[in-house]
C-alpha cells in the first residue's frame, strides 16, 4: 500500500510559476513509477507527466512540454511537478498517482493522491 499526498497548489497569474510535491508513504516509493494527471472542472482526468522508477525517463502531454518538468527525490519519497509559464488552461486540481511501469492512462493506475487545486488567473 501506498499513500501519496499532494501539496503546493494554489492562485498564481498567468506566466507564474508553482512547485507541486507528491510525499509517498507506505511501501518504498522508488519501486514505483510516478505521475502527474489534472482535471479540469467538467473535463476527463488527463496525463500530465510522469517519471520511471529509476528517474532515468521522463514523459510529458504536449500541452506540458518545455513548460513543466517532473522530477523525483528517492530519498525524500517525493515526487515534484515545476510548473512554469503557466497558463490559464492550465487551471485543475492537480493529482499524482503511482503504479510499477510508468503509463499515461489514468484507468491504470494504482495508488491516488487527494488533489492540490492549481488556478491560473488571467
Known amino acids: 500500500q501506498v499513500q501519496l499526498v499532494e501539496s503546493g497548489g494554489g492562485l498564481v497569474q498567468a506566466g507564474g510559476s508553482l512547485r507541486l510535491s507528491c510525499a509517498a508513504s507506505?511501501?518504498?516509493?522508488?519501486?514505483?513509477?510516478m505521475a502527474w494527471f489534472r482535471q479540469a472542472l467538467g473535463k476527463e482526468r488527463e496525463f500530465v507527466a510522469a517519471?520511471?522508477?529509476?528517474?532515468?525517463?521522463?514523459y510529458y502531454a504536449d500541452s506540458v512540454k518545455g513548460r513543466f518538468t517532473i522530477s523525483r527525490d528517492s530519498a525524500k519519497n517525493t515526487v515534484y511537478l515545476q510548473m512554469n509559464s503557466l497558463k490559464p488552461e492550465d487551471t485543475a486540481v492537480y493529482y499524482c498517482?503511482?503504479?510499477?511501469?510508468?503509463?499515461?492512462?489514468?484507468?491504470?493506475?494504482?495508488?491516488w493522491g487527494q488533489g492540490t487545486q492549481v488556478t491560473v488567473s488571467s
Open positions: 507506505g511501501r518504498t516509493s522508488s519501486s514505483y513509477a
Open positions: 498517482a503511482a503504479r510499477r511501469v510508468v503509463t499515461t492512462t489514468p484507468g491504470e493506475y494504482d495508488y
Open positions: 517519471i520511471t522508477r529509476s528517474g532515468a525517463s521522463t
